[in-house]
């Protein structure tokens, strides 16, 4: 249902006159609305939305469905996040309810922030027990600065430990520290179990169904209010691609409409290039999981379009005689930065399909497109570029993403990204939160001292703590293992950036050293049997070995070369146990965040599709105690 409006006058012949020297209509879209799912990381925004799905009819009554039918992505289904947001919707009554699902981990972030353009409104999703976690509260901030609606949604309200009457207090007194509008606070609040599929007003009533969702959604989410009528404008928030139709640019409809084939302008608010003349070659709405093609598309409405070549995110498609381009979000900068460089280990070119700088420069840049929080630097080495993101988990992602893709590099360690302000040295400080069993806080508070994390509020939870830090992001490389150990693995640790702050001096490398095959060859049990008396070792029998290579872990803070290659010397002569088989202690298997986390300064990663191995930035081990000498 669309409903004209016009504004205040003092009489009809006004309005119409006043209509008619402006040329346009407003309009307020009725059978639209467009809404975010916020939430800190594994929150249930993906279950949440396979719910809705199901009840908004976008599926057969005896249709087989996925869990977390919305990750499509096989990292996101491998590690139960979400890490690209994805567009989809639901039809309730007569109404069509456009969903983005949004990345929770404050890695991704950057998707967060340009997603909340092209919406009205967003469901704060809160878990029952956790309450607000650092990334809830920066996910609510910037919803917030965009003045949205707000629905609070506390889901999971069937765990037995569910703290319902609390955590609804917390995320209130979160809308109080975050100077939320009075319309804000009186926000309503919806309990869910997103498992279940039920919705309650009341957490002393339990839901049947997701119906007061929706019905909560229609009421309390605005409806578009949008010129139809005007020069066409639409902003590009996202960026697909297809290896049949090339980039396809994700937004809403601002003003206007538009058809396919028609010609429109791309221009860019921040970059003041040419602008260029383009055509809408196809169009498409997302409805449920499917793609609708349409041939026109109005204000309010987002579209998928493709046919446009250049096109990047923060552009705006404008009509040709009026070609006005709108603002773009400002995307948080990076703080963390990687070297990725060619591979040139001994074993370079062996298990890759692409190894060149050309190859990496290209698929980098690409990935350009879409990432809007990475930044790609070149360097003085044309093998080698500089590539910054929001943390760790941002560059592991994608380095996990170009080894499944055939690439072959290599990565150096993950540093702080260090700003000078009036000539002073500033570093990007992270607010820390950890919830762990009662009997770990000291060794937590003990390990955050020593990394320059100062404590700023501690809370019982149960018969846990809760305990929040600020801490320079240098401080939490190499920690998340250490935080596992001393909690036993019972420990929840989250961090979000916080804000740059004064340098706050130098901080510990890790206390532990490097176990360094000694030569080139392939490993053998007893070799490693000697050597695993020296540390903990990251490989077994039979794997290839060169010189440099990281093999394992010295608990002592020095690097030690080991031959994992010595076979045992035959003779003739026969001793008391000599056929007792050798025992090896299971080796320890690295990921990609665990070996980031590891190497050194002057240690590297080899990345290739098949392996991941840490090796010195200098192989030769001669070489390398020369220069530790100073020679």
Known sequence: ????????????????????????????????????????????????????????????????VEERVMDSN?????????????????????????????????????????????????????DAFEGPMPQTRFVLEKALEFGHKIIIVINKIDRPDARLADVGDEVLELLLTLDASDEQLDSPILYCSGRDGTASLSPNTPGED????????????????????????????????????????????????????????????????????????????????????????????????????????????????????????????????????????????????????????????????????????????????????????????LIENLRREGYEFQVGAPRALFKTIDGKKYEPIERMVADVPADAVGSVMEKMGARKGELQHMAPQGDRMRVEFLVPARGLFGYKTEFLTDTKGEGILSSVFYDYMPYKGEISKRSTGSLIAFETGTAVAYGLFNAQERGQLFIGPGTEVYEGMIIGMSPKNEDMAVNVCKKKQLTNMRSAGADDALRLVPPRKMSIEEAMEFIGDDEMIEVTPESIRMRKAILSNTERMKKLKGK
């Open 1 to 64: 249902m669309i409903v004209t409006c016009c504004a205040e006058s003092d009489g009809p012949q006004r309005q119409i006159a006043a209509a008619a020297s402006i040329n346009m209509r407003f309009m307020v879209r009725n059978d639209l609305r467009n809404i975010a799912i916020i939430a800190h990381v594994d929150h249930g925004k993906t279950t949440l939305v396979d719910q809705m799905l199901k009840q908004g009819g976008a599926f057969r009554a005896n249709q087989v």
């Open 74 to 126: 096989d990292l996101e289904r491998e590690r139960g996040i979400t890490i690209l947001a994805k567009n989809t919707s639901v039809h309730y009554k007569d109404t069509k309810i456009n969903i983005v699902d949004t990345p929770g981990h404050a890695d991704f972030s950057g998707e967060v922030e340009r997603i909340l353009k092209m919406v009205d409104g967003v469901i704060l999703l809160v």
């Open 210 to 397: 997701l119906t007061p969702l929706f019905e909560t959604i229609l009421e309390h989410i605005p409806a578009p209010h949008v010129d139809t009528d005007g020069p066409l404008q639409m902003l590009v928030s996202s960026i697909d691609y297809s290896d049949y139709v090339g980039r396809i640019a994700i937004g809403r409809v601002e003003r206007g409409t538009m058809r396919v084939g028609q010609e429109l302008m791309v221009c860019n608010y921040n970059h003041h290039d040419k602008p260029y003349k383009a055509k809408a070659v196809s169009m498409y709405t997302i409805d449920s999981l499917g793609h609708t093609p349409v041939n026109e598309i109005s204000a309010g409405d987002i579209v998928c379009v493709s046919g446009i070549e250049n096109v990047t995110i923060g552009d705006t498609l404008c009509d040709v005689e009026n070609p006005k381009p709108l603002p773009f979000v400002k995307i948080s900068e990076p703080t963390v930065e990687m070297y990725f460089s060619v591979n040139n280990s001994p074993f370079a070119g062996r298990e890759g399909k692409f190894v060149t700088s050309r190859q990496l420069r290209e698929r980098l840049h690409r990935e350009l497109l879409k990432d809007v929080s990475l930044r790609v630097h070149e360097t003085d080495n044309t093998d080698t570029f500089r590539v910054a993101g929001r943390g760790e988990m941002h560059l592991s992602i």
